[in-house]
């Protein structure tokens, strides 16, 4: 599953963005020699991993990182309108907030980066275009390199070039690289064309919640996602009670499935819900509740 790591839920997932930003270091200064990015800390933390950034990441059921990808508002600053802004000679990156820039993509394993692996590419690129359409994003643009740009052009996407193929890298002992700014239109048609072709049939989103997030997680509809985190956000101190529902719904015993759900549906007639009192927690066996009251 995709995890969406956003402001709003980052406090759970504090080990998880702290592993990401050094596997990035291994990546792409160490294994990639992008030198620029060193730092003595280890970690690979640039200007635009700023708090409206978000991250989308492929984890396995101990949370240790597969692979990931961020996503950058176009209203600050990115890469495109600051380093590279010279190269979009074509046109300029769209701005505001129905575009979004995507940079930072990464496979940890080699094995995954195979043609065995691609599962693993299928889900994070289907996770975060099932996310930008649920959140009427209209475009994604960011500097890519020419081999990936080619790559993305044999998909069934509206994928256009803002500028021409530019060099990067080659000083301080930096291996030379060429890339170009580039922007694919997003939209409903173009992701169902997208999961039939790599036969995506099931939702790919996690419903993120850090910890507490089901070792048997499934995927959710981004719908239910999104509603998730907007419940969480006003009612952070909840989080174990949905956490605790999810695991029941996902249970591959139908009578645990059945007694969350049937104890939801119950609820749902009780005044008290709106407040989730101490007194319903004690109602409902902790490893049978949560969160499709949403």
């Known amino acids: 599953m995709i995890h969406v790591i956003d402001k709003v839920n980052r406090h759970l997932y504090l080990s998880v963005l702290e592993e990401m930003f050094q596997l990035r270091h291994e990546i792409f200064v160490k294994e990639r020699g992008w030198k620029k990015l060193a730092k003595p800390d280890g970690f690979e933390i640039d200007q635009f991993d700023t708090e409206e950034t978000t991250y989308f990441l492929k984890l396995d059921p101990d949370m240790h990182i597969i692979g990931g990808m961020r996503m950058c508002p176009t209203v600050g600053p990115t890469q495109l309108n600051t380093i590279f802004k010279d190269s979009c000679v074509l046109a300029d990156q769209p701005v505001g907030p129905e575009h979004y820039e995507w940079s930072r993509y990464f496979i940890k394993d080699t094995k995954y980066r195979s043609a065995s692996g691609k599962p693993v590419f299928y889900e994070l690129y289907t996770g975060i275009l099932e996310y930008a359409v649920a959140m009427g994003i209209r475009s994604l643009s960011g500097f890519i390199e020419t081999v990936a740009y080619n790559q993305g052009a044999n998909m069934p996407w509206d994928f256009k070039q803002l500028g021409i193929p530019t060099e990067f890298g080659g000083t301080n002992g930096e291996p030379v690289g060429y890339g170009m700014p580039t922007i694919l239109a997003v939209d409903n048609t173009m992701l169902r064309k997208t999961k039939i072709l790599w036969r995506m049939r099931k939702p790919v989103l996690s419903l993120s919640l850090g910890e507490y997030t089901p070792v048997s ?78």
């Open 217 to 294: 997680e499934v995927g959710f509809k981004p719908e239910v996602m999104m509603a998730v985190q907007e419940f969480l956000a006003d009612h952070p101190e909840h989080i174990e009670f949905v956490a605790s529902y999810a695991a029941a719904i996902q249970n591959v015993d139908p009578t645990v499935r059945n007694a969350a759900q049937n104890t939801v549906a119950d609820l749902m007639d009780d005044s008290s819900i709106t407040e989730f009192s101490a007194a319903i927690v004690d109602r409902i066996n902790a490893s049978q509740i949560s969160m499709a009251m949403q």
